[in-house]
Every structure is written in C-alpha cells, then in structure tokens.
C-alpha cells in the first residue's frame, strides 16, 4: 500500500516513475575496478538514454558494497533499456567482477527533500 498523496488517482498512478534499486556486491579486491566501470558507462551514456530520469550510485563507506537507484519514467522506457545493447554488454564486462547483484523494481512510498 502506497501513502502517496496521490495513490487513489487512476491518471496519477499511470505517471509514476518506474524506480531500479539494485544492491550490487563486487568480488573482493574488485571493488575499484568495478567502479571505474561503472563511471565509465556514466560518460558513454549521460544524456543519451531515452525516458531516463536520472541515476545515483551510491557507494558504501566500506568499499565493499554499492547501490544502484535509476529512475526511469514510464515502466516501457525502463523495459527498453533494459534490452539496449549499451547496457547488456556492459553488463557483460562487469558481470566477472560481481560477486552479487540484486535488483528490484520500486515506487515511491514517500518523499521528504531534495537527494
């Protein structure tokens, strides 16, 4: 059950943002690389992804874990991306580094300021 002001709204619920959180734990001593990867595809991809709104990659304090939150906006343009070749051979290349990865499809219960 969602609190959002505007959950009982049928054209409101049809805009919701399509949200990926995926938790992604790197090998050991893969960390850094796994990283420069992903800044890597950052460069290739900013701006040329279509209906994507916006990403964060947060990583933890430890260096041993990262998170993964890319907001997408409609459930279609989140499907077709992940199909885009951009982003299957990228995982492909990061994909020996990982030694877990768990993705999720989310909505957004509530906001309070500005991340």
């Given amino acids: 059950m969602s ?3 505007d ?3 049928p054209a409101a619920a049809a805009a919701k943002p399509a ?3 995926s938790i ?3 090998k050991p001593g893969r960390f850094d690389e796994f990283m420069a990867l992903q800044l890597a ?3 290739r991809l900013r701006g040329q992804v279509e209906g ?3 990403t964060r990659l947060f990583r933890s304090q430890d260096n041993r874990s990262a998170v993964l939150v890319s907001v997408f906006e409609t459930d279609a343009d989140a499907a077709r991306f992940r199909g885009d070749p ?3 051979e990228h995982l492909a290349r990061v994909q020996p580094l990982i030694e877990s990865a768990v993705p ?3 909505e957004t219960a509530y906001e309070v300021g500005v991340i």
Avoid: K, M, N
């Fill in 3 to 5: 609190i959002a002001a």
């Fill in 104 to 106: 999720g499809a989310f």
């Fill in 7 to 9: 959950h009982d709204h």
């Fill in 19 to 21: 949200v990926g959180i």
């Fill in 86 to 88: 951009r982003l299957t």
């Fill in 41 to 43: 595809q950052l460069s």
């Fill in 52 to 54: 994507l709104r916006g």
């Fill in 24 to 26: 992604i734990t790197p």
